[in-house]
């Protein structure tokens, strides 16, 4: 509502110019678009509001997408790692040449010696087996027993891993939030700065023509004129620099959304200041349990912890229930042909040189370390939030300033516009007036930018969208 009251009043003022021109007989207006006109083209562009741009940057962002499939990545580390759990089933198959020709000696009376036979064998037999293909097949299944608390504290390190790099993606999000965010306002200042320098453009074309006339009339000096065109030409460059200013913010904010850059849009105009009347020392708490930096910082400790514990689960010997089938093809039945075996398995290493040790204690010292960054994250959080704090309470203070500049410079055009209509004269004092509020209005839509910018700061800076 205060953009078009703003826009009405300007257009106003630029009709009483006209009309009052016309009544003078002055030559008429040059034509050139007018206020609503230069609207009515920006009108017809789709408008983007910053729910939308937010809602496509979370869809369609790369550095979010990325953190997704990371998140994907963990969970699926930590499903193949609970497989471990579980028994362990190997296949163990050889199918090949022989290039010797093994033997097997039976030594006499091996099988005993008998008062009618004698000895079994009566001598030594040998039994050779050819060159010729021959296969072995070993089958081994061994559910690990002792090892299960070592992987109950391995799987819960990967837990916490998976939810740090959740947190991680949480991050990433808040992040692409605020560079959407900051890209949108950067728009919307540029934007704002345009159209005040569209608006004004009008009030500029008519003291440049009015000088013309004048100094035609020889009652101005021919330095009026050249002054009278240096503001034109500086007015006319400005605005081709606020419109690069546009196109290159628009780009950007299409970067941000994950679209193509060319796309043409224009931005809805942002609300009001909020009244969010939050301590500081409420914003502060926020922080602590919403970033999820600090989150990930306290899962860091538990997960170097559950590191250690497994890493000192290693002194335990792994004992496995283990089932082991062996069978050999085509050795001329000189070695047993199937062989199946059911048992415990123990696997130890008694000396190590003190590696296990070493190893645990590189592991506390990494939890240690987790600890310091969790003290060390929590201080960083608090002092962003409260400088965001104060960058909003300025922005808010600039704001209140811009806004009541904004009213002067409007009153003071609604006052010169009743002397105009009284004295029936065009005065050089309602031009400025006209470019003051222009400018005004341009600096509190500025000033309103900020505010929503530091405000987006201290959102992200306590861990909220």
Not at 152 to 180: I, P, S, W, Y
Not at 236 to 259: F, K, P, W, Y
Not at 365 to 381: L, N, P, Y
Request: proline share 3%; net charge neutral; aromatic share 6%.
């Amino acid at each position: 509502m205060k953009r078009r009251t703003r826009t009405t009043c300007l257009a106003f003022a630029f009709g009483t110019l006209a009309l009052l021109a016309r009544g003078q007989d002055l030559a008429p207006l040059s034509p050139q678009p007018s206020v609503e006109q230069v609207a009515g083209q920006q009108s017809n562009l789709p408008e983007l509001t910053l729910e939308e741009a937010v809602e496509q940057a979370i869809a369609n962002n790369s550095s979010l997408k990325t953190a997704r499939l990371e998140t994907l990545r963990a969970a699926d580390d930590l499903a193949a790692n609970k497989t471990k759990r579980f028994a362990n089933t190997q296949v163990t198959a050889l199918g090949a040449q022989l290039v010797t020709k093994p033997s097997v000696t039976y030594p006499a009376g091996l099988l005993g010696v008998y008062s009618a036979t004698g000895p079994i064998p009566a001598t030594n037999q040998t039994v050779e087996i050819p060159r010729k293909p021959v296969g072995i097949v070993n089958v081994l299944v061994a559910q690990p027993l002792s090892t299960q608390y070592q992987l109950h504290l391995q799987l819960k390190a990967l837990t916490l891993g998976l939810e740090g790099t959740r947190q991680d993606e949480v991050k990433t999000r808040l992040e692409v939030v605020d560079r959407v965010r900051r890209a949108y306002y950067a728009v919307v200042e540029a934007q704002s700065t345009l159209d005040s320098l569209e608006a004004s453009l009008p009030y500029y074309q008519e003291s440049h023509r009015l000088a013309l006339v004048n100094r035609g009339k020889e009652t101005i000096l021919e330095s009026d004129l050249l002054n009278a065109d240096a503001q034109l030409l500086k007015i006319q460059n400005a605005i081709s620099d606020a419109s690069d200013a546009v196109a290159s913010a628009t780009e950007r904010l299409n970067d941000q959304m994950g679209r193509d850059v060319h796309t043409r849009f224009r931005v809805a105009a942002i609300g009001d200041a909020d009244t969010d009347s939050a301590t500081l020392e409420a914003m502060e708490a926020r922080a602590l349990q919403n970033r999820p930096d600090v989150k990930k910082a306290k899962l860091l400790v538990q997960q170097a912890n559950y590191d250690a514990r497994a890493k000192k689960a290693e002194y335990i010997p792994d004992v496995s229930l283990a089932f082991s089938y062996y069978t050999t093809a085509n050795f001329e039945n000189v070695f047993p042909s199937n062989v199946g075996t059911v048992g415990m398995s123990v696997r130890w290493e008694p000396w190590d040189w003190g590696r296990k040790h070493d190893e645990y204690r590189e592991k506390r010292a990494k939890e240690e370390q987790a600890e310091i960054g969790v003290s060390a994250t929590e201080r960083a959080a608090l002092l962003e939030v409260r400088n965001a704090y104060r960058q909003l309470g300025n922005a808010r203070r600039q704001l209140a300033l811009s806004d009541a500049s904004e009213r002067a410079a409007r009153q003071k055009l609604k006052e010169l516009q009743e002397k105009v209509k009284r004295e029936a004269a065009l005065s050089r004092d309602l031009y400025q007036a006209q470019s003051d509020l222009a400018s005004a209005d341009s600096q509190q839509q500025q000033a309103l930018t900020a505010f929503w910018k530091a405000r987006a700061d201290l959102k992200k800076a306590i861990g909220e969208e």
